[in-house]
């Protein structure tokens, strides 16, 4: 018998993905009110303007120093030796993402009437994996490049573990454990499932038992992962803010401690446990205008705790006798600090609030998102069975050509999740 469906999907997810893709919902419809009550943002978008690549990796000319063949002389005095400007290149590897869906036949066939299907099962799975793997490139992006979504706080044997934050996860997801340097695997015997968490408690229940070791480290996997043949994120994903808004460490190939490279270093304050407050937010705001000169034309990205926090600190000026007073300061339609928007994303991590010069990212991409179809077809045949694949994929990294007009306060006071 026919069984009917009520329509439509009733979607149970958050999807923002507020970094990378900006403020908007599931579809891209950005005008659409945002949920979190904060200004419209654009996101970081692509820019490939003065990027070449060789190879797999991108090269990008920067101007590092200024010439010093300039000086005061007496009269008659010998003229300052002629200089020059001074030239660097930054280069990154780029990263390749994938998502891929199954489908079978008989779903096929039964989507193509609209009554027995929510939405063409197609489509459906075609958009649902490109907002999945949207995400996680946004999750992604607040990382350090090696994938981690969070560590083991207290070693155990058990299949409940205590994490370090599970705001990066949803259930379901399938993950592997590995040692604090990336090198031992932890769940031999196949990925592991995330079947609950606790946010409160910071405790997450997977599908089998598990021996870790504190700091132990989580990354996303693919259910067809072995212990011989690992199939996951670790070491494949793209730079993130945890590199990329630093004070040290290499970037793109240049390290603030070697010579001449001093001005490759982001603001990096720590809030010690305190409120994020607009003291504390005008020092790096400040650091960032006085070392780079641009502090005008950048945004706050935080979490729900830091931007709640700070808007308490703001209820004594909050104004009721004009039209505006709800979308300045004290108001919730969106919080401004001198005049700067402060939004949220959900995948930020805890602690911390980035000040971001958005114009000062790039994506370097050799591919925007697209379907494998270079044999003419997006849906591959799995020889042998009544069921198809698509694959979508990306090749990019994000990167920065101006290191020192990005600041980070972390270590503020937060919610626990």
Request: with cysteine.
């Amino acid at each position: 018998m026919k069984t009917k469906f009520i329509g439509p999907i009733r979607d149970q997810l958050n999807s923002n993905k507020v970094l990378l893709f900006g403020l908007r919902t599931r579809d891209g419809d950005t005008k659409t009110p945002d949920p979190q009550g904060s200004m419209p943002f654009k996101g970081i978008e692509a820019d490939a303007t003065g990027i070449d690549f060789v190879g797999n990796q991108f090269v990008i000319p920067l101007r590092s120093g200024r010439n010093q063949g300039v000086g005061s002389r007496p009269q008659g005095g010998a003229l300052p030796a002629a200089g020059n400007q001074a030239y660097l290149s930054l280069n990154e590897p780029l990263r390749f993402h994938y998502g891929a869906f199954n489908i079978s036949g008989q779903l096929l066939k039964a989507s193509e009437s609209t009554e027995g299907a929510f939405e063409r099962a197609l489509t459906a799975e075609m958009e649902g994996v490109t907002d999945d793997l949207k995400r996680k490139i946004n999750i992604d992006a607040y990382g350090a490049g090696l994938g981690t979504l969070t560590t083991i706080t207290t070693g155990t044997t058990s299949a409940t573990q205590t994490v370090g934050t599970t705001v990066m996860f949803q259930g379901g997801e399938l993950i592997n454990i590995y040692d604090t340097t990336g090198t031992t695997l932890r769940n031999i015997s196949g990925p592991l499932t995330v079947n609950s968490y606790v946010r409160s408690t910071l405790q997450m229940t997977f599908s089998a038992s598990v021996a870790t070791t504190t700091n132990d480290i989580l990354v996303r996997a693919s259910s067809d992962s072995t212990s011989t043949a690992p199939s996951d994120d670790k070491g494949n994903v793209i730079n993130g803010l945890q590199n990329i808004v630093l004070n040290s460490g290499t970037l793109h190939g240049l390290n603030p401690t070697n010579a001449g490279q001093t001005f490759w270093a982001s603001q990096y304050i720590n809030a010690a446990g305190a409120i994020i407050g607009e003291n504390l937010l005008r020092q790096v705001k400040d650091a960032v205008g006085f070392e780079s000169g641009s502090d005008e034309e950048a945004i706050w990205i935080t979490t729900r705790g830091i931007r709640n926090r700070f808007a308490n600190t703001l209820t004594s000026v909050k104004r009721f006798n004009d039209g505006q007073a709800v979308t300045l300061r004290g108001g919730f339609k969106a919080i401004l600090f001198d005049d700067q928007a402060m939004v949220i994303d959900d995948m930020c991590p805890l602690g911390q609030a980035f000040f971001l010069n958005t114009d000062a990212f790039f994506w370097s991409q050799m591919s925007d998102w697209e379907w494998m179809e270079e044999d003419g077809k997006t849906l591959k045949w799995q020889i042998g069975r009544d069921s198809y694949i698509g694959y979508l994929f990306k090749y990019c990294q994000l990167g920065t050509w101006a290191r020192n007009r990005h600041g980070r306060l972390y270590g503020g006071s937060d919610d626990v999740k």
